[in-house]
Nanobody, 124 residues
Framework: QVQLIESGGGLVQAGGSARLSCAAS????????MGWFRQAPGKEREFVAA????????YYADSVKGRFTISRDNAKTTVYLQMNSLKSEDTAVYYC?????????????????WGPGTQVTVSS
């Protein structure tokens, strides 16, 4: 089992920035691909960003490319999502996920463990 806890959400003004963190515990963190997903009210959960086990490969949804940056610190067993130039459409609950056998980073069902989520609200 891998336990994931997100933090860093809250209310942010449009155009502002926020940094989400996801602390992992349990099995060896560096064995997992880590991803961020989000779910807005009334919508399906969608892929945001993902990072490979060593951190050398990152992948973003087109909607956040150039604005969001995913990173990880395997020594601290934490993955981050730096969000800049936030828009009202970024408002959602953001989830951290860990996948042991991820071949396609944007596919939700390839991730095995999920955090409870953290709310990000962008006010315009």
């Amino acid at each position: 089992q891998v336990q994931l806890i997100e933090s860093g959400g809250g209310l942010v003004q449009a155009g502002g920035s926020a940094r989400l963190s996801c602390a992992a515990s349990g099995r060896t963190f560096s064995n997992y691909v880590m991803g961020w997903f989000r779910q807005a009210p009334g919508k399906e959960r969608e892929f945001v960003a993902a990072i490979s086990r060593s951190g050398d490969i990152v992948y973003y949804a087109d909607s956040v490319k150039g604005r969001f940056t995913i990173s990880r610190d395997n020594a601290k067993t934490t993955v981050y999502l730096q969000m800049n130039s936030l828009k009202s459409e970024d408002t959602a609950v953001y989830y951290c996920a860990a996948g042991g056998k991820v071949s396609v980073m944007k596919i939700l069902r390839q991730y095995d463990f999920w955090g409870p989520g953290t709310q990000v609200t962008v006010s315009s």
